[in-house]
């Protein structure tokens, strides 16, 4: 094997090995922001404390824990997914990735605010927002990592480049949109968001293929 090869082996090792460092830093970050949702519930200490009223009264922070939990869930699949196609790294990879990051980090802050200060708008506006921009980030670096094959093999087909966007921009504008319905109540701004299960699925019907998640 000629001197140039060798080093061109090495070199895609050594890229490859850095590519899963930021995907297994990236993992960590998930496993504690999805895990911190839970610190928002918590019922009083004391022998006399009503535990039937007080689950009752965390209801709405029981809520929007479980809706951040699948919103953080399928970022983190979009996030596993779009790394398993990308081969090589960059300065701009890692600073988008730290940028879709920051956003996910701030999810169990925003998630506690609508839990506990769910009737004020501006709660949920912030917390639409925060989902919106983690979406718009994650779409971003798909893009940037998988369009003219950046930084994925040439074998990753447009289909497969399609569905990293989309998956993540879909989820972006369900949250932004439905700040349009503020106006009708914070209660229908919820609802709203269960939209993004049927818009997942005609993304995912239109672009995934057999196997993909």
Not at 126 to 143: H, R
Not at 178 to 203: A, E, K, Y
């Amino acid at each position: 094997m000629s001197a140039h090869a060798t080093g061109t082996n090495e070199s895609a090792r050594d890229q490859s090995k850095e590519v899963a460092r930021i995907a297994a830093f990236s993992d960590g970050v998930y496993a504690i922001a999805i895990t911190l949702l839970a610190l928002q519930l918590e019922i009083p200490f004391g022998d006399d404390v009503d535990v039937w009223k007080e689950l009752g009264r965390l209801w709405p922070e029981f809520l929007s824990l479980a809706i951040s939990f699948a919103v953080i869930g399928a970022y983190w699949v979009a996030h596993h997914r779009l790394f398993s196609h990308i081969e090589r790294y960059d300065a701009g990879l890692v600073w988008l990735n730290l940028l879709a990051l920051f956003f996910i980090v701030i999810m169990p802050f925003t998630t506690s605010l609508v839990g506990e200060h769910g009737a004020a708008p501006i709660s949920v506006v912030v917390y639409a927002l925060s989902v919106a921009l983690a979406g718009f980030a994650n779409t971003g670096m798909a893009a940037y990592a998988l369009r003219g094959h950046r930084l994925c093999g040439d074998d990753v087909d447009d289909d497969v480049i399609k569905y990293n966007i989309w998956r993540g921009l879909v989820i972006g504008l369900v949250f932004l949109g439905s700040l349009v319905l503020l106006p009708l109540g914070n209660s229908v701004v919820s609802l709203s968001w269960l939209s993004l299960i049927l818009f997942q699925r005609i993304v995912r019907h239109r672009f995934a293929r057999p196997g993909d998640v």
